[in-house]
């Protein structure tokens, strides 16, 4: 089995940062895109930012400038910078990671428990 792993979570004022990270842990043979999507309540969750094994990033438009995602290919594990929330950030944030892992040697998609991000304005 393959485990994603959030931290970083929490409650920010309007303005502030916070920097999530998901370690990914298991029967892994390789990771290719890892990524965080968030829901915020009521709404569809979304993509915010996804990074390959390479380092093309990409993000939703209204967290261009404000977000970067990175990643520690020999950690398996990803970040997310966020600079200058807004209260419109605020939803549970999860990881994902597209994994091929030992028991099926295919590429499945990995979930992690989700974090929360609250941020008052």
């Known amino acids: 089995q393959v485990q994603l792993v959030e931290s970083g979570g929490g409650l920010v004022q309007a303005g502030g940062s916070l920097r999530l990270s998901c370690a990914a842990s298991?029967?892994?043979?390789?990771?290719?895109?890892m990524g965080w999507y968030r829901q915020a309540p009521g709404k569809q969750r979304e993509l915010v930012a996804a990074i390959t094994t390479g380092g093309n990033a990409n993000y939703e438009d209204s967290v261009k400038g404000r977000f970067t995602i990175s990643r520690d290919n020999a950690k398996n594990t990803v970040y997310l910078q966020m600079n200058s929330l807004k209260s419109e950030d605020t939803a549970v944030y999860y990881c994902?990671?597209?994994?091929?892992?030992?028991?099926?040697?295919?590429?499945?998609?990995?979930w992690g428990q989700g974090t929360q991000v609250t941020v008052s304005s």
């Open positions: 298991g029967s892994i043979v390789s990771i290719e895109t």
């Open positions: 994902n990671a597209d994994v091929v892992d030992y028991y099926s040697y295919r590429l499945r998609a990995y």
